[in-house]
């Protein structure tokens, strides 16, 4: 099987971010490709920043590090995407703006054998495929934040995806990456975000309707359940603007109340309070 030597990705955001970093520290070639050149800048201060802290922890020696900037590029032209043997998107979750991009990356990306993937949590991937002219090659390749950390990557075919295209991707994550993975269907959420999303909502739900502070329901749930962090610090880490987008395409799929965005949340993203990204979520990171 033709391993990947030439990874794309768009989008150089947390997730992205992440995903680029794991890649060039297992010795790919990296391309990230940003809308703007200011994206594009913070996208390698941020991951160059990582890099620093593996090394501080002694997880990275100094030289490792700096080859594996060096395997790293940061653009704003997709076109520089042409030669990449895999391509993942990790955009925001938004069904048009990632429509359009499979549409664009299969005009772009050369190599017919080329793996088109989507890090989307909820997003159908027949969708994606279906605006590209190479269905059987487009699959769900999704990492969880922070990628260089947690080991999961869920792989969801879509029903036109190869066998091929999954055992590629597979390989990859494991064998490359040094990734565990779990396959699951096409279904908006797949396996960790299905579990997962009605929990964070219901933590929301609990400090919306007064029940508890936000302090106490994260303290019950680390304290009380072992939980690394508790699900309104988790909501903040994932992106409110991300959890409602998951839970709104979550809605859309299975018309579950448990599944709707609380009030509380979408008005914390209309007020742009977006989590530890923005700086302010249920907790202050400045
Ligand atoms: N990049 C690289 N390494 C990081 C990191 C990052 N962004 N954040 C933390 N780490 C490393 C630290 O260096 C540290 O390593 P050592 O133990 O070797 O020193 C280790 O992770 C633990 O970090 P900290 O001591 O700073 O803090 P912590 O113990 O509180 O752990 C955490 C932080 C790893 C984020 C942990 O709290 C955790 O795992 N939380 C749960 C995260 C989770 O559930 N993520 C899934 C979200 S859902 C999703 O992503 C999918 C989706 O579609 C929404």
Redesign the pocket.
Known sequence: MTKIERLGVVGGG??GG?IA?VGARAGLDVVVCEVNEDAATAGRARLSK?LD??VQ???LTEADRDAALERLRFTTSLSDLADRSMVIEAIAEDEQLKTKLFADLDEVVSDPDAILAS????IPIAKLAGATGRPQQVLGV?????????KLVELVPSLLTSEETVERAAAFATEQLGKETIRAKDRSGFV??AL??PYLLSAIRMVEGGFASAEDVDKGMVLGCA???GPL??SD???LD??KA?ADSMFEEYGDPNYAAPPLLRRMVDAGLKGKKSGKGFYDYN
């Not at 890090?119 to 909820?122: A, G, L, Q, V, W």
């Not at 999704?142 to 947690?150: A, D, I, Q, Y």
């Open positions: 947390q997730m992440g970093e990582s802290r593996a922890n002694g997880k890090n989307t949590s909820s999704h990492f969880f934040n922070p990628v260089p950390v947690l960790v975000n997962l999303v939980h690394p962090m610090r988790l880490l994932v992106g991300t959890l998951i």
